[in-house]
């Protein structure tokens, strides 16, 4: 069985550091796209980060210079370093791959992990 574990979160303070890990686990042919984003309750989920299979890397433009996405093919794990922290990244981080297992390319989420950002 397929699955994303993700670890990391916690809380922190304002301009404060943390390290989000995804491990995706199971029987898995490829790492194709891999990417986080978050959610606020009462808001939409929405995209954080993302990595394709050659490293191309995209951020949304509230976390562009302070949020660095990466990924160990060997390990088949994505992370986000997140640096700068503000208030407003208080969300919970979701990380998302589509991966090529046994039926196909398919689309994984993982548990989520929340993040404060407060002093």
């Known amino acids: 069985q397929v699955q994303l574990v993700e670890s990391g979160g916690g809380l922190v303070q304002p301009g404060g550091s943390l390290r989000l890990s995804c491990a995706a686990s199971?029987?898995?042919?490829?790492?194709?796209?891999m990417g986080w984003y978050r959610q606020v309750p009462g808001n939409q989920r929405e995209l954080v980060a993302v990595?394709?299979?050659?490293?191309?890397?995209d951020y949304a433009d509230s976390v562009k210079g302070r949020f660095t996405i990466s990924r160990d093919n060997t390990k088949n794990t994505v992370y986000l370093q997140m640096n700068s922290l503000k208030p407003e990244d208080t969300a919970v981080y979701y990380c998302?791959?589509?991966?090529?297992?046994?039926?196909?390319?398919?689309?994984?989420w993982g548990q989520g992990t929340q993040v404060t950002v407060s002093s």
């Open positions: 998302n791959a589509n991966l090529l297992v046994v039926t196909g390319s398919r689309e994984y």
């Open positions: 199971g029987l898995i042919f490829r790492l194709n796209s």
């Open positions: 990595i394709d299979s050659g490293g191309t890397t």
